[in-house]
């Protein structure tokens, strides 16, 4: 999608792009382990409830419930939509209508990689939005079950349409040939 100045909105509608069968398999499979697994430490639960299995079992109903929800929200529409001096992200939460409020010298970064929170990396490649340290939230996934050249693609136009808009932040692309490329848009 061509942006200009006089464009406020630009929209990312994983229908048109081609699908992360990779990751939607993934969790598909994982889901089809899960429910046995919850279900398995439930009968145990009743026969010994104990304390372990008590608290594996919250984690284990909201996967059971989470998984085929993100499943169903893979064709959710992201909308981002330059409003004054923000930016106004929606598609972004819980509930279709959810919408984040970036302002303009709150975006940090666009970056297409292989997330690190300090914890865990990530196995798939996610689009970011970042916002600076101190704004909640931090972290904004756009086009989850898009495939990664996808991605790619909608990395370069988002970061035209912000430049366009006068937004400053940094771009890091780690599927680039130079991979881990930090540049600033």
């Known amino acids: 999608m061509k942006t200009n100045k006089n464009n406020t909105k630009y929209a990312i509608n994983p229908r048109k792009y081609r699908k992360d069968w990779f990751f939607t398999g993934f969790l598909i499979l994982f889901w089809l382990i899960w429910v046995p697994l919850t279900i398995f430490i439930t009968v145990a639960a009743l026969v010994d ?17 989470f998984i085929p929800y993100t499943l169903l929200k893979r064709n959710r529409k992201h909308i981002l939509e330059v409003d004054g001096e923000s930016l106004v992200v929606y598609g972004t939460g819980f509930l279709p209508t959810s919408s984040v409020w970036i302002d303009k010298q709150d975006l940090a970064a666009l970056t297409l990689e292989h997330y690190d929170d300090g914890f865990e990396l990530e196995s798939v490649y996610t689009l970011n939005l970042f916002q600076k340290p101190g704004v909640c939230p931090k972290r904004i996934i756009l086009a989850s079950f898009v495939h990664p050249k996808q991605k790619a693609i909608l990395l370069e136009e988002i970061g035209e349409f912000l430049r366009n808009h006068g937004f400053v932040f ?15 848009g």
């Open 49 to 65: 409830p104990s304390p372990f299995f008590l608290i594996w079992l919250i984690f284990g109903y909201v996967g059971v419930c």
């Open 170 to 184: 940094d771009v890091k692309d780690e599927m680039s040939t130079n991979r881990g490329v930090t540049t600033r």
